[in-house]
């Protein structure tokens, strides 16, 4: 069972786990590390990552370090729907400490524009 608190850790970021029996230098090290993963995974039609897109809702980290992943699509019809999250999974899962993955795929709330990161919007010159 997880025993963690959400926490944003940037606007328009996901909520990250924190709170956990884990070491706060151990959380923080696993969250930049989950982060940077995430940043690699690109939806084919965008060129921008997921975690910059605002697609990451939340990343849940428990004391047995299985992390929970709440993400979201472009829209529901996205052509990768069935295969993103098998993309996250395998990015997370080689951060090392993670014990296992899982992600959710949810669409509530729906993704919108506003969830995007500055990064995003220059990338998709989208001002």
Same mark, same amino acid.
């Given at each position: 069972?997880?025993?963690?608190?959400?926490?944003?850790?940037?606007?328009?970021?996901?909520?990250?786990?924190? !709170?956990?029996?884990?070491?706060?230098?151990?959380?923080?090290?696993?969250?930049? &590390?989950?982060?940077? =993963?995430?940043?690699?995974?690109?939806?084919?039609?965008?060129?921008?990552?997921?975690?910059?897109?605002?697609?990451?809702?939340?990343?849940?980290? =428990?004391?047995?370090?299985?992390?929970?992943? &709440?993400?979201?699509?472009?829209?529901?019809?996205?052509?990768?729907?069935?295969?993103?999250?098998?993309?996250?999974?395998? =990015?997370?899962?080689?951060?090392? !400490?993670? =014990?296992?993955?899982?992600?959710?795929?949810?669409?509530?709330?729906? @993704?919108?524009?506003?969830?995007?990161?500055?990064?995003?919007?220059?990338?998709?010159?989208? @001002?």
């Amino acid at each position: 069972m997880t025993d963690s608190v959400a926490e944003e850790i940037k606007p328009n970021a996901p909520a990250m786990g924190k !709170g956990t029996a884990l070491p706060p230098e151990e959380i923080d090290r696993l969250t930049d &590390d989950i982060i940077a =993963a995430l940043k690699t995974v690109y939806d084919p039609e965008i060129p921008s990552d997921i975690y910059e897109l605002g697609l990451i809702y939340r990343v849940d980290i =428990a004391d047995d370090r299985q992390i929970t992943i &709440d993400m979201t699509l472009t829209a529901p019809g996205c052509p990768v729907a069935g295969e993103m999250p098998g993309w996250v999974e395998n =990015a997370v899962s080689t951060v090392n !400490g993670v =014990a296992g993955v899982t992600v959710n795929m949810t669409f509530d709330p729906p @993704w919108d524009q506003s969830r995007m990161s500055d990064e995003a919007r220059v990338a998709l010159d989208m @001002w």
